[in-house]
DNA sequence: CGCTAGCTTGAGAGAGTTCAAGAATCGTGG
DNA sequence: CCACGATTCTTGAACTCTCTCAAGCTAGCG
């Protein structure tokens, strides 16, 4: 296993953060812009490749991720199993690490899927800023509501035993598109499985079904990979309307 | 479909509110005790009978319920689908309606499991004094990433489709007890099969199966039903280690 | 008393798992 | 640059768990 920061990248606190100037959505909604200076030099720039893990289950919290491009896929461990299974993943413009800042670990081993870019805060600047700034303090929690919002959708849409695996899959890979593109990110069968709760097996029938369909693209050679996919036609499969 | 407060009791702001003043994890935990006082006379304290709709998916978030007995199904509906899902159980001395707040919406509908009663806090109190007190704030922000990763635990342990239905079931009933009694909060089977995302005809078998092993003991009267469970057996079943 | 909703029980069918083997791809080091 | 082992992915066949369909039972309620 890869530890953090082992191959990352980072610089120190640029005149211009993207995610977090101006922009809807944004992390920092709330504060004056001189406030925003005021602690944009404690802020890492920072990227990690393919498969880099970010965050390391357990470990003590320390900072926050802003995701700029790419997305991360946190994976938990049931009880004392070996099964590991991911229960979200975070695409820009999204935050990693709320729920380790109020816990104090690290909730989930966090991995990079695709080159990740973000900024990295440190928490006792996040923590300060929230007693100071309510209004800072509020944002950050509707960031941990949608991240509950979605993990309820996850478990209701992905995780039902008796929607056929076709189904379930289809509507799993609209979730990882790149944006609004016809791009989906790319996930390892064993990503996929550790998703849906099927058989890498099963995985692997699915996609080769989707594909000889022509559903899906597969475009790149491996860890660059991506799928290219035909949305509509997903919908409608991810919607139960196209049988075997 | 019943609706809110359709039987609902509630008197106002009593001098004690037992899940308010001075517990552990306590609501108000932050504030000092005239800070309390002063919001105190805006608390209802209600009460809901067995099955009950205490909040409605999509009404406009009005309050809090903070709850002192009595457990509360969280119920959320798949995409345009008939098949309901329980997505979380709310046990005393959490809180329903964090997320709500948060939305503008009601994120579930959330009924009544056994004899529910509980303190309602207006909503505008609440976003008062997350603004007036941060720690208070804070505070709420731990509620809602407890239910995450309640949320993301129960998406792991009771949503596998590999892991066969009579292990789920047992590690299911171990979330479902009262507190650290033997007793379990009795849910229908149409419940427990909105949780598990079995058929009902599979849950009545794997309970008949415990029943008749002696895991699981029926007392009371239908509504006022409870199971009463041997722990440990069902500890050893939810590790799959009791076979057929 | 009969009606309805909830629960039980059985037999057959199907989706996904398991087991097993083979193909493709990647990274590494000679 | 190619050979090597290690992953990752593919494909097949038998098996098994759960679903489906169908019927009967029980309990609560008007």
């Not at 990690?48 to 896929?73: C, D, M, N, Q």
Request: with cysteine.
């Amino acid at each position: 296993m890869q530890f953090m920061n082992t191959h990352c990248t980072a610089w120190h606190g640029e005149g211009k953060c993207l995610a977090c100037d101006g922009k809807e959505n944004a992390f920092f909604a709330g504060l004056t812009h001189e406030e925003v200076s005021a602690v944009h030099v404690q802020i890492d720039n920072v990227s990690y490749s393919h498969g880099e893990t970010i965050y390391l289950h357990g470990a003590p919290a320390e900072t926050l991720l802003v995701i700029r491009t790419g997305a991360v896929k946190l994976v938990r461990y049931p009880n004392g199993d070996a099964m590991q299974r991911i229960v979200r993943v975070v695409k820009p413009v999204d935050v990693v690490g709320v729920d380790a800042m109020l816990a104090g670990t690290i909730q989930h081993h966090a991995v990079a899927v695709g080159e990740v870019r973000g900024c990295r805060i440190p928490l006792p600047v996040v923590s300060k800023l929230c007693m100071q700034y309510p209004d800072f303090q509020w944002n950050l929690m509707r960031q941990l509501q949608s991240s509950l919002k979605e993990t309820e959708q996850w478990l209701v849409d992905l995780t039902c035993g008796s929607v056929p695996a076709r189904e379930r899959m289809a509507r799993l890979l609209l979730r990882l598109r790149d944006g609004d593109s016809n791009r989906i990110y790319h996930f390892s069968l064993k990503d996929l499985r550790a998703m849906l709760c099927v058989t890498v097996e099963t995985v692997s029938r699915v996609i080769t079904e989707f594909s000889s369909l022509g559903l899906l693209v597969r475009t790149g050679k491996h860890s660059e990979q991506f799928f290219t996919a035909d949305i509509a036609a997903l919908e409608r499969v991810a919607a139960g309307e196209i049988p075997a």
